[in-house]
Nanobody, 119 residues
Framework: QVQLVESGGGLVQPGGSLRLSCAASGSIFSINAMGWYRQGPGKGERELVATISSGGSTNFADSVKGRFTISRDNAKNTVYLQMDSLKPEDTTVYYC????????????WGQGTQVTVSS
């Protein structure tokens, strides 16, 4: 079993910053890509925010480019999402995702953390 534990969500004013963290633990041989998704407008829909490969290659949604940064600490099996210049439309639940080999490859999800951007 693999667990992903997220932290760092909360309430912030427009223009402010938050840093999300997600630590993976359990039966892990290796972690390929890690990333963050967020709840979209429709129920059950999750949209990509940012991903990072084991080698450090990153990918961002157009809506967050230039404002969000993703990084990871492979020794700690942890991924971070630095969110700057936050906007009210960034308000939603953010989910961590990891593609784990143990040894079969499958995606795991965190429980979600609420981010609210409001004055």
């Amino acid at each position: 079993q693999v667990q992903l534990v997220e932290s760092g969500g909360g309430l912030v004013q427009p223009g402010g910053s938050l840093r999300l963290s997600c630590a993976a633990s359990g039966s892990i041989f290796s972690i390929n890509a890690m990333g963050w998704y967020r709840q979209g407008p429709g129920k059950g829909e999750r949209e990509l925010v940012a991903t990072i490969s084991s080698g450090g290659s990153t990918n961002f949604a157009d809506s967050v480019k230039g404002r969000f940064t993703i990084s990871r600490d492979n020794a700690k099996n942890t991924v971070y999402l630095q969110m700057d210049s936050l906007k009210p439309e960034d308000t939603t639940v953010y989910y961590c995702n990891a593609l784990v080999s143990n040894p079969t490859r499958r995606h795991y999800w965190g429980q979600g953390t609420q981010v609210t951007v409001s004055s």
